[in-house]
């Protein structure tokens, strides 16, 4: 059996950044199209161009040179510091060698050190009815400790199959709710007058969705961290396009939508927050948000096919919005957790 050592990814040595790019892209295709591609030059971006509010470790599974395994945790600084939120892949044909395990536990450890004692994970299980993934991640984070903390759906919509007259009568219907409300569209740089209520549902996120026993605690979001984490996504060449509704009478931020699009991805965006202040739910503003940020990434990104997304299995509203504008289920992702004393 090849013996393998375990080193710190060096982010300044250009080989270590492309080996992991290169390894993501081989997981990726052993069984799990539902992940993201991946370039050496985002991966450098990532690592290099950062918002100040986490610090990451990493280690690098080495086996005659060759890259053949990576872990990566990503420690929060501002609000539970807790948590260390972790990732590890190995290239399939050097599975079952105690690999995975061995990153894991250097990881564990470091992490520890510094006074995290909630460690989270995610992995991916396949539907009976769709496509098939890889599905040794559930049983190598149930043998190292880690246990089923809330279950959420991977759902993609293919935009060319999308029914745009079907979305036409939804729009329409949902603005007769909402006539207090107006749409207000950008992208990455935020405006002066809504980042404070962003802030503020950027806050909401982390509590107000379904988290099921997950052990994320409340967050105080700052305008200032807005402008940070928005800024990082320029400098990196990624896009975000968001949409909000704006209660007219008050001036509030009432919701509030966003999809990510990747530098170097020329097939798949990604749908991150969508969020309702509790104060205005009630006036089909989730709908009105998702069906107008979708028809405008069909205009900025007119070669984009999907959009993916995650909920709780539990957010049935949620869900139900979602498979009314056009996602459906691509794979189950568990988030995993393991609570040290």
């Not at 990566?72 to 079952?96: F, K, M, Q, W, Y």
């Not at 809330?150 to 603005?175: F, M, S, Y």
């Not at 740089?189 to 982390?206: C, F, K, R």
């Amino acid at each position: 059996m090849q013996t393998f050592e375990i080193i710190p990814l060096d982010k300044t040595n250009i080989d270590h950044v492309r080996g992991v790019a290169e390894l993501s892209n081989t997981v990726r295709d052993h069984h799990l199209e539902a992940w993201p591609t991946t370039t050496t030059a985002l991966e450098l971006a990532n690592r290099f161009i950062k918002s100040g509010y986490s610090r990451s470790h990493e280690w690098l599974a080495v086996v005659e040179g060759d890259i053949v395994g990576h872990v990566s945790g990503d420690l929060p600084t501002e609000d539970n510091t807790h948590l260390a939120e972790c990732e590890v892949i190995v290239h399939p044909e050097h599975r079952r060698r105690g690999i995975g395990s061995a990153l894991l536990e250097k990881l564990e450890k470091e992490a520890a050190a510094e006074g995290r004692d909630t460690f989270l994970g995610w992995t991916i299980t396949s539907f009976p009815e769709g496509p098939r993934f890889d599905e040794s991640g559930a049983a190598f984070c149930e043998a190292r400790g880690y246990a089923t903390s809330n279950v959420e759906v991977q759902r993609r919509c293919d935009l060319a199959a999308v029914d745009e007259k079907a979305l036409d009568g939804l729009l329409a219907e949902a603005w007769k709710h909402a006539g207090d409300y107006e749409l207000v569209e950008f992208g990455n740089e935020i405006p002066d007058d809504v980042v404070e209520g962003l802030a503020v549902l950027e806050s909401n996120m982390y509590t107000d969705v379904p988290l099921g026993d997950t052990d994320i605690r409340e967050a105080d979001i700052t305008p200032e961290r807005m402008r940070a984490v928005a800024r990082t996504r320029t400098e990196r060449n990624s896009t975000m396009l968001n949409a909000i509704v704006r209660h007219k009478p008050s001036g509030e931020v009432a919701g509030w939508t966003q999809i990510a699009v990747r530098p170097g991805d020329p097939q798949i965006a990604y749908q991150e927050n969508t969020i309702v202040h509790k104060t205005h739910r009630g006036h089909r503003l989730g709908t009105i948000l998702k069906i107008a940020n979708q028809r405008r990434l069909r205009q900025v990104r007119p070669t984009l096919q999907y959009v993916d997304t995650w909920n709780a299995e539990s957010n049935g509203h949620m869900i139900a919005i979602n498979e009314a504008v056009g996602y459906r289920k691509l794979a189950r992702e568990l988030e995993v957790q393991k609570k040290i004393s």
